[in-house]
């Protein structure tokens, strides 16, 4: 149960700097693409405030023998930049530039109800679901990743 208040706390806390720097706004996005138009530089300033701060904060908690809610860290082993990274990368990027959302501000965003920020929600949605089925088909050991939301037993 930490392990749960404790991601909701830090996406409450995600979401209200979203909200504050202005980051759910579509426009935000756009003007910060419109390089030869009138640029916004304002998300990348906030890209580098959360720089600045993930990288003092990544060299503070890596110190520690595990993370506060579960016994160890459990780091990514890939690090080659291959072609499904790149691929994704480019569909991310179309789809930000297009729509003017990313998945953190999209989601906080809908709580403005705009059919637009749904319509966006839903179709990334769709888009997770359907990369999960390519990406990992029925009989693939992660398979189970999609339907197994469950807390496990004992997490508290």
Same mark, same amino acid.
């Given at each position: 149960? +930490? ?9 409450? &806390? @995600? ?12 426009? +935000?996005?756009? !003007?910060? /693409? ?18 600045? &701060? ?13 993370? /506060? ?18 691929? !994704?990368?480019?569909? @991310?990027?179309?789809?930000? !530039?297009?729509? !003017? ?6 989601? &906080?965003? /809908? ?9 966006? &929600? ?10 999960? /089925? ?23």
């Amino acid at each position: 149960m +930490k392990r749960l208040a404790a991601a909701f706390v830090s996406g409450c &806390v @995600f979401a209200l700097g979203l909200g504050i720097s202005g980051m759910t706004q579509p426009s +935000k996005v756009v !003007g910060f /693409l419109d390089f030869f138009g009138h640029w916004d530089p304002s998300l990348a300033l906030v890209m580098i405030g959360a720089i600045a &701060v993930y990288f003092v904060a990544w060299r503070l908690i890596v110190r520690r023998p595990a993370p /506060l809610f579960t016994p160890r860290f459990v780091l990514p082993g890939r690090t080659a930049i291959d072609r499904p990274l790149l691929a !994704g990368a480019a569909i @991310f990027g179309a789809g930000w !530039g297009l729509g !003017g959302f990313c998945p953190g501000p999209a989601i &906080v965003s /809908l709580a403005s109800g705009s059919g637009t920020v749904i319509l966006f &929600v839903l179709a990334m949605v769709t888009g997770m679901y359907l990369h999960s /089925l390519i990406a990992h088909p029925i009989g693939h050991p992660r398979a189970a990743l999609r339907v197994d939301l469950a807390v496990p037993a004992g997490d508290s």
